[in-house]
């Protein structure tokens, strides 16, 4: 790969945003964002549908590329649509599909339609998904994709050394799992990922509080929270159920024994509402720790109750929200507006 510093970015407040969340982030105000989880359809309607609910409590919209190695609409495309209807996406870039030359194609092709924010992650193991035959690419893993990532937006060139005649304005990020073991390797992998170009990071699902707090004071202990923006993983636990699924079939998900006693112990009709809860306290817990810059919402098919969550937690209203109009938004609150008539 070509070579460049690996000095780590320290975060600085006189750069010009390169987008919306970049913006509230170097703001200062405490940052949300939340995943928009892809559909199984052709129809971009679906995407609109999901985008409007997230747009008005959300600083930035993740576009899922195939989580858990399942296939859904690509994130790429959910970006287009999202570009197009003004809204503010985080492109997730995979490494398990595609080689470096599809990837900074991608980038490039991303940039080009005004996405600004990437997230960098290696993926799951195509044993994770319903097609465990697949074959892995893996070509670059998280920390080589945010290198390329860097030197195509800095040193405007390809990995190759071919020039480009106009380089990617990319706000860069990365995924970290504090609750992965052995855990006093996390923050020294995080700061590997800021050195290879991350300024910002979204967790993985944050349970284990104690866990997440030794993390942080960590990331402390090295200085990262000075080197770029940390957002707490955090989402709603539907079901007793779904939380023993989470935790046994998602891959990097922990989910201590006291959450599932917790959930178990309402009644039935009551988890939602209990799972709800939960994650609106994580979320008042992570906002007081030094060096969270925000939350990163991740709540699979309940975009609903997103919305919910964030007002409840007092993270309204959002700073700095745009409305721009385009026909894809307009025909969608019509088509909001005929079902509710």
Same mark, same amino acid.
């Given at each position: 790969?070509?070579?460049?510093?690996?000095?780590?970015?320290?975060?600085?407040?006189?750069?010009?945003?390169?987008?919306?969340?970049?913006?509230?982030?170097?703001?200062?105000?405490?940052?949300?964002?939340?995943?928009?989880?892809?559909?199984?359809?052709?129809?971009?309607?679906?995407?609109?549908? %999901?985008?409007?609910?997230? %747009?008005?409590?959300?600083?930035?919209?993740?576009?899922?590329?195939?989580?858990?190695? +399942?296939?859904?609409?690509?994130?790429?495309?959910?970006?287009?649509?999202?570009?197009?209807?003004?809204?503010?996406?985080?492109?997730?870039?995979?490494?398990?599909?595609? +080689?470096?030359?599809?990837?900074?194609?991608?980038?490039?092709?991303?940039?080009?339609?005004?996405?600004? +924010?990437?997230?960098?992650?290696?993926?799951?193991?195509?044993?994770?998904?319903?097609?465990?035959?697949?074959?892995?690419? $893996?070509?670059?893993? %998280?920390?080589?994709?945010?290198?390329?990532?860097?030197?195509? !937006?800095?040193?405007?060139?390809?990995?190759?050394?071919?020039?480009?005649?106009?380089?990617?304005?990319? $706000?860069?990020?990365?995924?970290?799992?504090?609750?992965?073991?052995? $855990?006093?390797?996390?923050?020294?992998?995080?700061? *590997?990922?800021?050195?290879?170009?991350?300024?910002?990071?979204?967790?993985?699902?944050?349970?284990?509080?104690?866990?997440? !707090?030794? $993390?942080?004071?960590?990331?402390?202990?090295?200085?990262?929270?000075?080197?770029?923006?940390?957002?707490?993983?955090?989402?709603?636990?539907?079901?007793?159920?779904?939380?023993?699924?989470?935790?046994?079939?998602?891959?990097?998900?922990?989910?201590?024994?006291?959450?599932?006693?917790?959930?178990?112990?309402?009644? *039935? +009709? *009551?988890?939602?509402?209990?799972?709800? !809860?939960?994650?609106?306290?994580?979320?008042?817990?992570?906002?007081?720790?030094?060096?969270?810059?925000?939350?990163?919402?991740?709540?699979?098919?309940?975009?609903?109750?997103?919305?919910?969550?964030?007002?409840?937690?007092?993270?309204?209203?959002?700073?700095?929200?745009?409305?721009?109009?385009?026909?894809?938004?307009?025909?969608?609150?019509?088509? %909001?507006?005929?079902?509710?008539?």
């Amino acid at each position: 790969m070509t070579e460049s510093p690996s000095t780590p970015i320290a975060v600085d407040n006189d750069v010009t945003p390169r987008s919306r969340l970049e913006r509230v982030l170097r703001s200062g105000r405490f940052a949300v964002t939340a995943e928009l989880n892809p559909p199984d359809s052709a129809d971009p309607q679906e995407v609109y549908d %999901s985008a409007l609910v997230l %747009s008005s409590i959300c600083d930035g919209i993740n576009a899922v590329d195939a989580s858990g190695a +399942n296939c859904h609409m690509s994130s790429v495309a959910i970006c287009a649509l999202l570009t197009r209807a003004g809204y503010e996406p985080v492109y997730q870039v995979s490494c398990r599909d595609r +080689n470096r030359i599809a990837i900074q194609g991608d980038l490039l092709g991303a940039a080009a339609m005004g996405v600004r +924010n990437v997230l960098c992650i290696t993926g799951d193991d195509v044993t994770a998904g319903d097609q465990p035959q697949a074959k892995r690419v $893996f070509d670059l893993d %998280s920390i080589q994709l945010l290198h390329t990532a860097r030197i195509m !937006r800095d040193y405007g060139v390809y990995l190759s050394g071919r020039k480009l005649t106009v380089p990617p304005p990319l $706000f860069l990020g990365a995924a970290e799992n504090p609750f992965a073991p052995p $855990f006093d390797w996390r923050a020294k992998r995080l700061a *590997k990922k800021i050195a290879a170009g991350a300024e910002f990071i979204q967790t993985q699902y944050c349970f284990d509080m104690a866990r997440f !707090r030794t $993390f942080m004071q960590q990331v402390r202990d090295l200085g990262l929270h000075d080197k770029c923006y940390i957002l707490a993983g955090v989402g709603p636990l539907r079901s007793v159920g779904a939380a023993e699924f989470m935790r046994s079939k998602v891959p990097g998900v922990y989910i201590p024994d006291e959450v599932i006693a917790r959930l178990k112990a309402a009644p *039935k +009709n *009551k988890q939602r509402a209990e799972g709800k !809860r939960i994650c609106v306290e994580i979320i008042q817990q992570v906002r007081e720790m030094a060096g969270v810059a925000g939350v990163h919402i991740m709540a699979y098919r309940q975009e609903e109750l997103v919305a919910e969550i964030v007002e409840e937690a007092g993270l309204l209203p959002r700073p700095f929200r745009v409305e721009v109009p385009h026909p894809a938004r307009e025909r969608h609150l019509h088509r %909001s507006a005929e079902r509710t008539r």
